[in-house]
């Protein structure tokens, strides 16, 4: 079953923040975090395992909430390059396929 | 920096014939996968390959779709006989592992594929 996310789009004026939201209606065992732009293949972000850790990339990061089973990727001082949409995909268990959610189209504009 | 290769880069067919895409995942890795994303949709997982078995697929992966790693470096997707629906965007990816730290996965930049 495929994770839920939310927004489905936002539009940024650079130097704003952002949260994308991915939600799960089954325990998970891990969240992944990718950026896709038009027309290019997803690129890896960030993943995250459950006991709920944090972490960052650059000015990206990201949190698990197992018990929620939920994940938030936050986007600080928004860059022009942040643009693109944004896929949360999970596992609900390990050695398992990742399933993507239907992606959060983010477009930063000056 | 290593990355996933894949050719042709955009493939042309006619309903009913055969496809073969390739992918060259990073040499390291040891988890294979193929991907599709329909024009404007999410990335839909087809199959996950492990030390030249299948390890899951979804039940987009029916009979017409098979996988295979000719060689030490080739990863294929095979599609027997296509119909239109198959046209989308076909992704491969690979991975150090398949769970946990090292589950992280490298796309290569895809395969368009119109079935006229």
């Known amino acids: 079953q495929q994770p839920v996310q939310s927004p489905q789009a936002v539009i940024l004026r650079e130097g704003e923040d952002a949260v994308i939201n991915c939600s799960s209606s089954?325990?998970?065992?891990?969240v992944h975090w990718y950026r896709q732009k038009h027309g290019e293949a997803p690129v890896f972000l960030m993943i995250?395992?459950?006991?709920?850790e944090q972490k960052g990339h650059e000015k990206i990061s990201a949190s698990f909430n197992e018990k929620k089973q939920q994940s938030s990727l936050y986007l600080t001082a928004s860059q022009l390059s942040y643009s693109g949409t944004y896929f949360c995909?999970?596992?609900?268990?390990?050695?398992?396929?990742?399933?993507f959610g239907i992606g959060t189209k983010l477009q930063v504009i000056p | 920096e290593p990355e996933v290769t894949q050719t042709p880069s955009h493939q042309v067919t006619q309903m009913g014939q055969e496809v073969i895409l390739r992918c060259v995942p990073i040499?390291?890795?040891?988890?294979f996968y193929w991907y599709r994303q329909i024009l404007g949709q999410k990335v839909e997982f087809l199959v996950s390959?492990?030390?030249?078995?299948?390890?899951?697929k979804s039940e987009i992966f029916d009979d017409q779709f098979s996988v295979e790693r000719p060689d030490g470096s080739n990863f294929t997707l095979k599609i027997r006989s296509t119909k239109l629906e198959d046209s989308a965007m076909y992704f491969c990816?690979?991975?150090?592992?398949?769970?946990?730290?090292?589950?992280?996965?490298?796309f290569g930049p895809g395969t368009r594929l119109t079935v006229l």
């Open positions: 995909g999970t596992e609900t268990r390990g050695y398992q396929k990742v399933t």
């Open positions: 390959f492990y030390n030249n078995e299948i390890s899951e």
């Open positions: 040499s390291n890795h040891l988890y």
């Open positions: 089954k325990a998970l065992y891990s």
């Open positions: 995250l395992l459950k006991g709920g």
């Open positions: 990816a690979s991975s150090v592992r398949a769970g946990g730290p090292g589950h992280e996965q490298f």
